[in-house]
């Protein structure tokens, strides 16, 4: 039998290393890989959590949509109100207008003319300022309409005509979010845009006749148009009677 000697236990203390490191090293890797796979899974549940919020969120609830029928009903409700109030008022403002053609001066070529109030000079309908040549401010009695007063209501006219335009425009986005609702195909996104801007686009006139947001409108129904703005008198009637001036 042969003798262990000195390189023997120098090569078994060696063998010995080499499979501990194998060991440990194996060890190791597999502790490695088990909290790779525990990350793994942690992640997982938080992707699938963040899923089933998302999904949550994204849904539209019968609640919802209930509500939003009952907001757009008071708003067609309000638009109505908006435009018969409109109506009245354009009906009233045309009637002056009528009466001041009336009364005006007609020059040979149809135009009807009216002096201004400092009685300097004189406008035709559409707003020309006419020469003297033309006609004489002394020419147009004191008694007949100033220029400035029939300006007025011109613009007045003009403002509830595009008034009544913007109440038409939002009356039809309110029969297309019905119909929007009514279909049952509408993502979460476009229900809250629509909803969204169904507020912030209302006009002023439907505002005012909405419960609680009343103090959120403006002082007049739209802005006058420009010195410059060449006037649309087509709804105004010609006055019967009126004879072209001799002038």
Known sequence: MRQ??????VDLAHAFRVSSDRAYWKRLELHIKKQQEERDREEDLKTEGAELLDLALSVITSEEIATFKVELDRYDTAT?????????????????LEEQFA???????????????????????????????????????????RWEHVRSNIDLKRALE????????YQEKIEQARERLDSGDITRKEFDTMREDLKASMPDAVRRHVPGMEQETAATPAAAPSDDEELDLSAVPTPKGSAPSPL
């Open 4 to 9: 262990v000697g000195p390189q023997d236990i």
């Open 103 to 145: 009364e005006a001066v007609v020059l040979e070529d149809g135009r009807r003319v009216f002096k201004s109030i400092d009685g300097l000079r004189v406008f035709d309908e559409h707003g020309q300022e006419l020469s003297p040549e033309v006609i004489e401010p002394s020419h147009i009695e004191d008694h007949r309409p």
């Open 162 to 169: 595009r008034q009544r335009q913007e109440l038409h425009d």
């Open 80 to 96: 109505v109100a908006a435009l018969q109030e409109n109506e009245r008022e354009l009906m009233r403002v045309r009637e002056r």
